[in-house]
């Protein structure tokens, strides 16, 4: 066979070939190599750790209580804790109500006529026959003066009469007059007595009129803005008439409670006990007023099962107004001396009520629990229980039974270091006493107005850059 030599191009590409296979041996021996050693660096690490489980990582460097809270499963957690005690449940019933003036008149004027003043200050409280407001007198009181005038005038002919009549009554005794002209005389008589009378209703209706132009307070209460100005001419149709009076004190509250509380309510209404309710606003923050169950309705609104309450408040500080809506809490009972534990304590799971008790050794124990009537931040509860014991109220989402706990204060500003300066602060002891009296917010703006001090100071003194 006879040697064909090769092409030069050929050997070219054999020669890269080889070489690009000697660069990948090489690239995945370096790749193994570093696989290698990082798998025993990780080695090293794991074994050191476990060897020294105490060495802190920068995730639990810096102590606190929320460092000890997730710092491991075998680390106390931070607890806030009340104790058990006995005191007094009040039974209650929540409702929303509204707030109903005991009465309201609106003020009308009974004549027709120029209001000329008004006596009253808007919102202000007024006695029942109080003045209000004046109406021009002056139509009414010559109309009274006619009156009184043709009064005057019948009663003097009606008294002419009268001696006419005994004059006569005498002459005919003594057959001096015909008896049909004595006869004529007292029918004469008889007439004006009755002008006089219609005469007298007449001065009396003038007088009614020219009263009605002081405009009184037919109640006593508070009185609203008013619905006309001076000027005007008011009339007896007026809708708006002239002012509003409401009476505040005392004032209603109208709620409806479940029918299934008729029975107890009716009760004590019977045997004359007071049933204390109580007035707070929308959000149930604030109480404005304590007040007694009046009356109930008579009939049960069978489509929302629930009857209609009254309630009376004295409201001499006026916190209550007519229309109001407010929250309301009815006291049907007293559970006298009963355990009770803070809300917060009690929890819910596959077991029923439960909640943690903290023991002498400073772990928790689960004890099972049921919850009655609640008054405030409080619960009566039945279980096994004794005042005095302390209840896990605050950091129950990491605990078990048997957990060990730290207890701390349950208000942030009572706990260690809440009242101490910042550490990049440094205060002359006396500034740190006045510092530790503070809140937080105070201290807060103590500090920052400190650091703006020294800032402006600091700008103050550094030299000024050249100008450009």
């Known amino acids: 066979m006879k040697y064909r030599p090769m092409p030069v191009d050929a050997i070219s590409l054999r020669r890269s070939h080889a070489s690009q296979a000697g660069q990948t041996g090489r690239a995945l021996a370096w790749l193994l190599a570093a696989l290698?050693?990082?798998?025993?660096s990780g080695l090293w690490w794991w074994k050191t750790r476990t060897a020294n489980p105490a060495t802190p990582t920068s995730a639990t460097q810096g102590g606190g209580a929320g460092a000890r809270r997730f710092g491991g499963a075998n680390a106390a957690q931070p607890v806030s804790v009340q104790a058990v005690r006995l005191q007094d449940i009040r039974v209650s019933v929540n409702a929303i109500g509204s707030i109903a003036a005991s009465n309201t008149a609106i003020v009308r004027a009974q004549v027709s006529g120029v209001l000329q003043s008004l006596s009253f200050k808007e919102g202000q409280q007024v006695r029942a026959g109080q003045l209000l407001a004046q109406i021009d007198p002056r139509p009414f009181q010559a109309s009274l003066s006619q009156a009184e005038g043709a009064l005057a005038r019948d009663r003097a002919q009606l008294d002419a009469a009268r001696v006419d009549l005994a004059r006569y009554r005498g002459l005919l005794a003594?057959?001096?007059?015909?008896?049909?002209?004595?006869?004529?005389?007292?029918?004469?008589?008889?007439?004006?007595?009755?002008?006089?009378?219609?005469?007298?209703?007449?001065?009396?209706?003038?007088?009614?009129?020219l009263s009605y132009t002081h405009v009184t307070a037919p109640i006593a209460g508070r009185v609203g803005l008013k619905q006309v100005d001076l000027g005007n001419v008011v009339q007896p149709g007026d809708v708006n008439g002239i002012v509003v009076v409401t009476q505040t004190r005392p004032i209603a509250l109208v709620f409806a409670v479940p029918a299934t509380h008729v029975p107890r309510i009716t009760a004590r209404l019977r045997a004359n006990e007071a049933l204390?309710?109580?007035?707070?606003?929308?959000?149930?923050?604030?109480?404005?007023?304590?007040?007694?169950v009046a009356t109930t309705d008579n009939a049960i609104d069978p489509s929302t099962d629930t009857i209609k309450v009254k309630a009376m408040f004295a409201n001499t500080d006026d916190a209550l107004f007519p229309n109001q809506a407010?929250?309301?809490?009815?006291?049907?009972?007293?559970?006298?001396?009963?355990?009770?534990?803070?809300?917060?304590?009690?929890?819910?799971?596959?077991?029923?009520?439960?909640l943690y008790v903290?023991?002498?050794?400073?772990?928790?124990?689960?004890?099972?629990?049921?919850?009655?009537?609640?008054?405030?931040?409080?619960?009566?509860?039945e279980g096994d229980l004794k005042a005095g014991e302390k209840v896990v109220i605050d950091g129950v989402d990491r605990l078990r039974d048997g957990a060990k706990v730290e207890v701390i204060a349950a208000d942030p500003k009572q706990r260690a270091g809440a009242s101490a300066p910042a550490r990049t602060e440094r205060v002359p002891p006396e500034v740190a006493e006045k510092l530790k009296a503070m809140s937080p917010e105070e201290r807060r703006a103590w500090f920052q107005k400190r650091r703006e001090e020294k800032d402006k100071a600091g700008s103050s003194t550094k030299p000024a850059s050249a100008p450009n």
């Open 174 to 209: 003594q057959d001096a007059v015909p008896k049909q002209q004595l006869d004529t005389q007292e029918a004469l008589v008889r007439q004006l007595e009755g002008t006089v009378k219609a005469d007298q209703g007449t001065v009396d209706n003038a007088r009614l009129q």
């Open 276 to 292: 204390p309710v109580e007035a707070w606003d929308r959000s149930g923050s604030r109480q404005l007023a304590v007040g007694r």
């Open 326 to 354: 407010v929250s309301v809490r009815l006291q049907l009972d007293t559970l006298s001396k009963v355990l009770a534990v803070p809300s917060a304590a009690v929890l819910r799971g596959a077991q029923g009520f439960y």
């Open 36 to 40: 290698l050693l990082a798998g025993g």
């Open 358 to 381: 903290v023991n002498a050794d400073n772990t928790v124990s689960t004890r099972v629990v049921k919850p009655g009537a609640s008054d405030g931040d409080w619960i009566a509860v």
